[in-house]
């Protein structure tokens, strides 16, 4: 297999037969030209040019404008004579990758040629994989055609192009990473770094550091400095997943972050301007978290711009027949096995279950079946569902907590208002009844639209219903 394609452009006919001859050993395919003119139809053909800058008729500079010109990709190297270094230059402000000054010598001229090539491939290989990512993220690549992830979707689409803040709620499985990466790879960001931290993962201890970097010497075995996570996402995306578990200090320098876009590596007093776009996820109800005193309210609210809610697979049942057949298409190629179609009953079994894993156990389960099915279409005997945890029947865990067509929030309230009529209005009393803060009463009152200053000991009439 040839190491790639090079054309030669010297007119003087003994160098570039010389140079022809090195390279093929080295195993390039080579094309040479005498001539900037003859080298042009050549050119949309060569991985890499070598071109001299004096040449009869149109001279190197010229002939590399002239590629641009015609959006050839192909990489450069000019060769130049002693003295015309200026030349040379001016031909990588055009965009040259690298330059021959002569006489050079064949080992020279291996070494020169082997890099560029190499940086040459490495962009080709970015190139195919950003090209890759735009397909994976594409809409119609995030499989969904409820009316919840048609709305998801929309959202999407107009939030990407901007640099808003994006908090992702919904429970674990249900997709936060890829619509995180499909905003990233929508926006003008796409072609810088899209930086993921699990804020989970990393031990408290360790997670200033991680986030912000630290200095050489910062603490005990810091012998080199270091960038953080931030740092490394300059001008792209970070998605900061299980916002909820992030510890109170490191709150404080996220909320300044995204206000100021600054902040301190550990162990400096340097301050750095970063500009980053920050996307959140969390599984955790956010809100609870704010009234428990938990999480910080002023970063709730900067991270809560825009709030996109991901509903989990068993209200959107209708997603599922979709997911399933793409997960068996996608997998039966990766996986070499023979199924790629599923059969209505082994749908039925799927559309049945009720998901707590969410998509991700919906794609473990289709693997797991691909595997160990035998036939070319998957059977409803070939879909094995994991077992229910701690042996309780299905029914059991599908059975509802609350009175049919009871909603949580309707419970929640009648329970605050029999409490405050049983404790005549007194808000403490009626909390330490709740198991609650007076505080995080306070907070449910007025998410209620109740009177939430009304003083100690009034009576439970005004808030009756």
Partial sequence: MSAGRILVV??????????????????????????????????????LIITDLRLPGMDGLEFIKQLHNRGISAAVIV????????AAVEAMKLGAADFLQKPFSLDHLATVVHKVMAVQSLRAENERMREELDHRYQFDSIVGRSSAMREIFHTVERVAPTR?????????????????????????????????????????????????GYEKGAFTGANTSKPGKFEQADQGTVFLDEIGDVPGNIQVKLLRVLQERQ??????????????????????????????????????????????????????KEDIPFLAKHFVQKLSKELGTPAR??????????????????????????????????????????IRIEAPRNNIPMQAQQAPLLPEGETLEHWEQMM??????????????????????????????SQMGMDSGAEEGEGAASVSS
């Avoid at 037969?17 to 053909?45: F, M, N």
């Avoid at 060769?79 to 200026?86: F, K, L």
């Fill in 341 to 382: 179609e599923i059969a209505p009953a082994a749908m039925e079994r799927l559309l049945a279950h009720s998901w707590p894993g969410n998509v991700r156990e919906l794609e473990n389960t289709i693997e797991r079946s691909l595997v160990l099915a035998s036939g070319d279409v998957l059977q409803a005997a070939d």
């Fill in 164 to 212: 808003a803040t994006v908090l992702l709620a919904g429970e674990s499985g249900v997709g936060k990473d890829m619509i995180a990466r499909a905003i990233h790879q929508h926006s003008p960001r796409k072609t810088h770094p899209f930086v993921k931290i699990n804020c989970t993962a990393i031990p408290e201890n360790l997670m200033e550091s991680e986030l912000f």
């Fill in 263 to 316: 902040f301190e590596r550990l162990g400096s007093n340097l301050t750095r301007n970063v500009d980053v776009r920050v996307i959140a996820a969390t599984n955790v109800d956010l809100r609870a978290a704010l009234e428990q005193g938990r999480f910080r309210e002023d970063l709730y609210y900067r991270l809560n711009v825009v709030p996109i809610n991901i509903p989990p697979l068993r209200e959107r």
């Fill in 79 to 86: 060769m130049t004579a002693h003295g015309s270094v200026e």
């Fill in 416 to 445: 605050i208002r029999e409490a405050l009529r049983r404790a005549n209005g007194n808000k403490s009393q009626a909390a330490r009844m709740l198991g609650l803060t007076r505080n995080a009463l306070r907070y449910r009152l």
């Fill in 10 to 47: 010297e007119d003087e006919d003994k160098l570039r037969r010389v140079v022809q001859l090195h390279l093929e050993s080295a195993g390039y395919e080579v094309d040479g030209a005498a001539t900037a003119e003859q080298a042009l139809p050549l050119a949309t053909l060569a991985d």
